[in-house]
């Protein structure tokens, strides 16, 4: 009964958290889109990918949070950019791929990750200075584009054209990165000038915390379980 | 001498192609646009396109009616040819592709090595023990493929028609009345009638470990040519040697009727095959042979992720849970940090 009970609470778990089929299942329908739409298709499902990849999106929400101005964001975000967009290119072309629930898990701690490092938490209760976040940004780029290129490797991407298609992937990914930040950024630029944003700063990162975990989990549960 | 035993190995391996008709899911919703794969080479990669003028038949049976399917539905992709269509009312249906006659012109020790290679063990023995294994031969093939999937949740009975092939694989019940673990009987026809005491190899695939590529083999490719088609290979690695093996899997023989029984003992797409040769008087051949396959997909339990129609309602219903949960929990956790913000000012 016991075990049925556990069961049933880690089926609820998987149902709540069951975004990462969608954001980065391999579907059927985005196959067909690559095997008719040319190197264009390419662009357009790493775009889609980039945009419902929420895990990509909760990181870099997290890291925008941390920054002031303009110019910072650029700065980390191109460094992002460069550490997944080596590691897509690199890994599609190399083959190397890792399994799907392990690379989503490593993600879901980085998100987990700025979260805790945003509320302070390495000074707080590990009394110790945060890592430097431009080098951890880079680490994690290319933790982010591994798990990206794992996802292109599951596609059937046949042999022609081998090279361009992963570049193509990689602009689209670029493209719908560009495309989701534009409102998150703006979102947190305009509630910087409210009075409630530090309560809106603790509820997000608090938020990415229990996110992070909650993937984690939901991802160690899919590996051990085959889902 | 190393040179030449390689270069008859390569020949054996790469001028035999069998033919599958495949899909990534075989559980389709209806009104859906589907791309159906026909690969020739092996189950797992594909070495040459199929021209359209060379497919005698390709058609789709659904809900009773065989719609035969146009030249323009036909694109291709690297080696693969490519079937687009749109499925339409959910049932059971059927796919076939049944291609015109070639001939094949081998040497002996070439032709010993192919039998072999194919698991043509019964012409294999006779060649051995009418002392034939020194004769060439000119054989005459064709190859008549089909695959069977499940549109939507309605079963409908079309599985059990016969496409009238020269060979076909019928089975005697619904395969997606079955799951893993079950057995299923097939029936064997040529010419429409059953076949006996003949080789069948049952086999099977996981569709999560289905796919395969590798730049760094593709660009060791090579081309080749074979069935009158350019096409290129891939050859450089035991792996690639292993996937040439064409008679992987259970080995079994039809009965009587022509039937064979077979234990579907795991998830994933099923595929049988089979090539009916035999000796032949007629004018400028030696041997002539008919190569069918039949592929569809089985799983543990229906509704689970292989169900690709349930399976995607339910992640869009738990898409919006997702969304609203979180969006929940950081509306409680702004009020909960405002309210604690407030306080301490007071």
Redesign the interface.
Known sequence: MKIKTKRKILNTLF?????I??AH?VS??D??IL??GGLLSYIYVGAKHMITGYDHLLFLAGVIFYLKGFKDILRFITVFTIGHSITLLGA????IKANDHLIDAIIALSVLYKGFENLGGFEKYLKIKSPNLLLMVFIFGLIHGFGLSTRL????????Q??AKIVSFNIGVELGQILALIPIVFIITLWKTKK?Y???Y???N??LI??GLGLFLYQLYGFLNG? | MKKTFFAIVVIVLFSSHTMFLKLDSYFLEPNSSVALQLFNGTFEKSENIIARNRMLDASILSNGIRTKVSDSQWTEKDSITILNFQTEDAGTYVAGVSTKARDFKMNAKVFNEYLEHEGLYDMLEWRRQNNALDSNAIEKYSKHVKTIFQVGAIKTNDWQTELGYPIEFVPLENPYNLHTGDSLELKLLLNGKPLANQLVYADYKNPKNSHSHNALKAAEEHGHSHDGEVNSHTHESKESEESHTHTSGQKLRTNEEGIIKTHLFADGIWYFQTIHIVNTQKEELTHESNWSTLTFEVTHTHGEETHTHEHQHETNNSIYIFLLGSLLLIGVLFLWFNRRKNENKN
Do not use: C, R
């Open positions: 149902l709540l958290f069951p975004l089929l969608a299942g059927s329908s196959q067909e095997n008719n599609t072309y190399l083959g490797q599951s596609f059937d991407m046949g042999t022609a081998f090279l409630s530090t309560a809106f603790k509820a997000i608090m938020y229990i996110a889902h």
